[in-house]
């Protein structure tokens, strides 16, 4: 899109687990975005030829599934695909392929075509897509659910918060490949991974055989404060007005609404010297809710700067509204470092850690000599930075990190990088990865991990950019 109040210095953020078709053939303003279950009519399938599978996947009796996300135009096309999860790589390439060419009739609200997120799940193997198109399928059933614990830091606070999170049930009735889609606050994204990773399920089957099946279910966090002496709060609220000093084609009717706020990495160094500091960051939500153009205003330190900017990078929004279509804004946010930010605390693990760093000798372990060895269970990709995306070039960082004895990654630090944005984009991905929690003789210990993370474009040319190795 060619905004003319916004020139091509913008700085377009991409997240690796997006693959991009490329900008759309006509103006994003033509018709608003609309989630799937907000529709009037949802797009009705007219032309989804099936996926090729990967040579020899097919002859070795496989199973696979990759969900996708959509974005599906007026005309009913798909002009965006993205990877929300895949069980094997192979696959990926093969479902975006395939997506792309994709027709439906177009969807609908309020009776006029729109733009709508669509995600939908393709399944690889006996039984699955591709193999039998008129199989009789039956969803899966919940056997086992576990609620969710209210994070402790916010209940002096009493916040409401939701969180949408999407998964795979395989074929053995358990939760694989959760993706969070949308998080009013980051400190209830860990717990509703975590209950969902134990809940169990009779698996879903096509004609009597158990398949990979693609879900989205929304956890609720609320407390209820018999007295009333609580209020709930938002981590961020944005301006109902934009402000008066912005062009007239930035103002908004309605502003943007946040589907996924995330936390900032505290920069390693600065947090232990115990070092306070501020950045005032400046940034645009385009029309299909992504945040652009990130700019550092000020920062006491430039590692707040850095690690601010990468916070906003993976922040995803509702977009604002004008005249009844999407628009372009721009928003400021002022974020705060120190140990007990209103908005994202430290949590009580991490300032353990803290206190358990200083401690000579450390009882912080090395990985290895584990009961069992530590497995991820919820590794979300960094956000690819244009710095390192538009310039189709090779990035990679290392990050240590400590895997507490819950399995969450608590401050992540950067030891090396050949860039400095993908770098703070690394740390700032990893401080939300969840592993099994580690024992060591049966009694629960803390890590210390230490693993390279690269970036790997493909070579030049036409065609969606390739996922971080």
Same mark, same amino acid.
């Given at each position: ?15 690796? /687990?997006?693959?991009? +078709? ?16 907000? /529709? ?68 609908? @609200? ?6 709508? &997120?669509? &995600? ?14 008129? +199989? ?60 969902? /990773? ?11 055989? +158990? ?98 900017? +990468? ?40 300032? &353990?850690? /803290?206190?358990?760093?200083? @401690? ?95 970036? @790997? ?13």
């Amino acid at each position: 899109m060619a905004n003319p109040r916004f020139p091509s210095r913008f700085r377009s953020w991409a997240t690796p /687990l997006i693959v991009l +078709a490329g900008l759309l053939g006509g103006p994003l303003e033509a018709a608003p975005v609309v989630d799937a279950n907000l /529709l009037d009519r949802r797009p009705v399938e007219v032309s989804c030829p099936k996926p090729d599978y990967p040579p020899g996947f097919r002859e070795s009796a496989q199973k696979g599934l990759v969900a996708l996300e959509l974005l599906i135009d007026p005309a009913g096309r798909v002009a965006e695909a993205g990877v929300m999860a895949s069980t094997d790589p192979r696959l990926s390439a093969v479902s975006v392929d395939a997506a792309l060419k994709w027709t439906y009739k177009p969807p609908t @609200k309020s009776g006029e075509p729109v733009y709508a &997120r669509l &995600r939908v799940a393709i399944g690889f193997g006996p039984g699955e897509y591709g193999t039998d198109e008129k +199989a009789e399928f039956k969803p899966p059933v919940v056997t086992y659910q576990e609620r969710p614990q209210y994070p402790f830091a916010l209940r002096l606070s009493g916040i409401r918060g939701e969180v949408v999170v999407a998964f795979t049930v395989d074929p053995q009735g358990r939760v694989i490949q959760p993706v969070v889609i949308q998080s009013s606050h980051p400190d209830f994204e860990a717990p509703s991974i975590e209950a969902i /990773l134990n809940w169990t399920f009779k698996p879903g089957s096509r004609n009597g055989q +158990a398949v990979y099946t693609r879900m989205e279910v929304p956890v609720i966090f609320e407390l209820t404060f018999p007295d009333g002496r609580f209020r709930a709060s938002e981590a961020w609220r944005i301006p109902d007005r934009a402000s008066t000093k912005l062009p007239a084609d930035l103002q908004y009717d309605q502003p943007p609404h946040p589907l996924y706020i995330g936390a900032p990495v505290y920069p390693y160094d600065l947090l232990i010297e115990g070092v306070k500091g501020k950045a005032r960051i400046a940034f645009a939500v385009d029309p299909l809710g992504r945040t652009q153009d990130i700019r550092v205003d000020s920062a006491t330190k430039p590692e707040f700067g850095s690690a601010a900017a +990468a916070m906003v990078a993976a922040w995803r929004f509702d977009p604002a509204m004008k005249a009844g279509k999407p628009s372009w804004c721009v928003l400021e946010r002022e974020q705060d470092f120190s140990r007990s930010d209103d908005d994202f605390p430290l949590s009580d693990s991490a300032l &353990r850690l /803290l206190g358990e760093l200083k @401690k000579v000798p450390c009882p912080i372990l090395a990985a290895g000599g584990l009961d069992v060895p530590l497995k991820g269970r919820y590794q979300p990709s960094p956000i690819v930075p244009a710095s390192v995306g538009t310039a189709n070039s090779p990035a990679s960082a290392t990050i240590s990190f400590i895997v507490d004895r819950a399995g969450h990654a608590q401050l992540p630090r950067i030891v090396s990088c050949t860039n400095e944005d993908f770098a703070w984009a690394a740390a700032t991905a990893v401080g939300r990865w969840q592993f099994n929690a580690p024992t060591r003789k049966g009694r629960p210990v803390d890590v210390q991990v230490t693993i390279p993370i690269a970036f @790997k474009p493909q070579s030049p040319g036409p065609g969606p950019q390739a996922a971080p190795q």
